[in-house]
């Protein structure tokens, strides 16, 4: 059962966030154990794509390591075309990490990186459609929500099944684009339901009413692994510096000066210092 990692970017502003995934363990560990590595460009420029591949190169397997370009189509048809590239490679499972999604490098989740392991045990095992493994969302001790089951694998992870229309009533949404495992069968039936929006922002708001509207299985875990930092886009953390944003992240880890130079040499339109 192969799984691929899928991770997007767009414009030509994102290299730190590019930058930093030297840094983060915990999503290259992930990354890793995926069959294959996938990053995608959509509408940027041959010298954005260039300095890109170069850092890609130098982190992942040349033979896991698969670089797509898109430009002058939609976001929703990105998505149908790597969905496809990727059906036609017999992937099984994508496990979609957003570009500005880095993982949570606390010395606690070093220390138990066989976590990772046991969620890939846990999605070959049980095949879910779709698991979110994004902030506490999936933790019922803040997300109020009754699990329909649940999957005790160690001291450290739980897997929680719930019904995705409980996420509306307790306004958390029940889709989002936060980290997540799912069948990509279970995702090119949903990317080709008719009349989808085109862009982004629209097409979440779409699938977020399908599953707040339609029973679908949303396992979540009670580990925190990912979260955003929202450092470009519509979405941007204007509520702290960009290095206390970054520092959730990365500012237990032993080079935090390190990153924190690579950020200052590194800032573009991103939140205040």
Request: proline share 1%; with cysteine; aromatic share 14%.
């Amino acid at each position: 059962m192969k799984v691929a990692s899928f991770t997007q970017t767009y414009g030509n502003e994102r290299i730190l966030e590019l930058l930093l995934l030297n840094y983060d363990i915990i999503g290259n560990t992930f990354r890793n154990k995926c069959d294959k590595i996938i990053f995608s460009f959509h509408n940027c420029s041959n010298d954005f794509i260039i300095k890109s591949k170069h850092i890609l190169k130098n982190l992942y397997s040349t033979e896991k390591l698969i670089i797509l370009e898109y430009n002058n189509i939609s976001y929703l048809q990105t998505i149908k075309n790597t969905l496809k590239t990727l059906k036609d490679m017999d992937i099984y499972y994508i496990l979609q990490i957003q570009d500005d999604q880095h993982g949570i490098n606390s010395n606690l989740n070093i220390q138990n990186l066989n976590d990772i392991n046991i969620v890939f045990e846990f999605i070959k095992l049980y095949k879910p459609l779709y698991l979110h493994i994004f902030g506490n969302e999936g933790n019922p001790m803040f997300n109020n929500i009754k699990p329909l089951q649940i999957i005790n694998k160690t001291n450290n992870i739980e897997f929680y099944n719930y019904d995705s229309r409980e996420f509306k009533k307790n306004n958390i949404y029940s889709w989002n684009d936060g980290t997540y495992f799912s069948t990509i069968d279970f995702l090119i039936n949903l990317f080709n339901i008719k009349n989808l929006p085109e862009n982004v922002w629209d097409l979440e708001h779409a699938l977020k009413y399908i599953f707040d509207t339609n029973m679908i299985n949303r396992w979540g875990t009670n580990k925190l692994f990912f979260k955003a930092s929202n450092l470009h886009g519509r979405n941007i953390n204007h509520t702290i510096s960009i290095y206390d944003n970054l520092y959730r992240f990365f500012g237990e880890l032993n080079n935090w000066d390190e990153i924190k130079q690579i950020i200052t040499n590194n800032i573009t339109n991103t939140n205040t210092i």
